[in-house]
Antibody
Framework: EVQLVESGGALVQPGGSLRLSCEGS????????MSWVRQAPGKGLEWIGR??????????DYATPVKGRFIVSRDDSKNTVHLQMNSLNADDTAVYYC?????????????WGQGTQVTVSS | SYELTQPPSVSVSPGQTALITCSGD??????ACWYQQKPGQPPLLVIY???ERPSGIPERFSGSNSGNTATLTISGTQAVDEADYYC?????????FGAGTKLTVL
């Protein structure tokens, strides 16, 4: 079964840091370009960033609101992608999803996790 | 930065055809994808590469992309299709989502 499972969501104070993880299974994880997408309460989907496969350079791209604060990394030995979030503020409160097109494409978001809740509040 | 514009809401009667549009500058030079999202659930890909349906998506879902507008068409709309729908593309190595359209099946 193709699956993504996120973990690490929590309540964190403004200015704090948090690391989310996402473990994939059922597809060749090392070939997949992995993205993080978030959804604030009652709002739409917002792409945060992605990491390409190691074979494609393992490079990262980020959305403007998180550039310089968030870092996406991957550990193919554990089929896991991470999202390190620093300098968090209330606007970062959202459900965070990891997603991928899988191991044969990169354009669409075909596989989604169930999401993990991040709340930034004092 | 690149933007995709969707109508906030679309209403349709059961059995009728729903059209949800997504506009962006020269959108037909890119691929458009569409996602369905129901409350409390992650998004579900319903159309990719403008008009392709993933396995398991009903044939009543179809897509097109011409000029500045991509369109998601739901033929013979059913009550189960009531959801939020998002279009998506890539621009300058950045994924872009439309703001979403709430489809109401009256």
């Amino acid at each position: 079964e193709v699956q993504l499972v996120e973990s690490g969501g929590a309540l964190v104070q403004p200015g704090g840091s948090l690391r989310l993880s996402c473990e994939g299974s059922g597809f060749i994880f090392s070939n997949a370009w992995m993205s993080w997408v978030r959804q604030a309460p009652g709002k739409g989907l917002e792409w945060i960033g992605r990491i390409k496969s190691s074979a494609d350079g393992g490079t990262t791209d980020y959305a403007t609101p998180v550039k310089g604060r968030f870092i996406v990394s991957r550990d193919d030995s554990k089929n896991t992608v991470h999202l390190q979030m620093n300098s968090l503020n209330a606007d970062d409160t959202a459900v965070y999803y990891c997603s991928t097109a899988g191991d044969t494409s990169w354009y669409e978001f075909r596989i989604w996790g169930q999401g993990t809740q991040v709340t930034v509040s004092s | 930065s690149y933007e995709l514009t969707q109508p906030p809401s679309v209403s349709v009667s059961p059995g009728q055809t729903a059209l949800i549009t997504c506009s962006g500058d020269n959108l037909d030079s890119k691929y458009a994808c569409w996602y369905q999202q129901k409350p409390g659930q992650p998004p579900l890909l319903v159309i990719y590469q403008d008009s392709e349906r993933p396995s398991g998506i009903p044939e009543r879902f179809s897509g097109s992309n011409s000029g500045n507008t991509a369109t998601l068409t739901i033929s013979g709309t059913q009550a189960v299709d009531e959801a939020d729908y998002y279009c998506q593309t890539w621009a300058s190595s950045t994924a872009v989502f439309g703001a979403g359209t709430k489809l109401t099946v009256l």
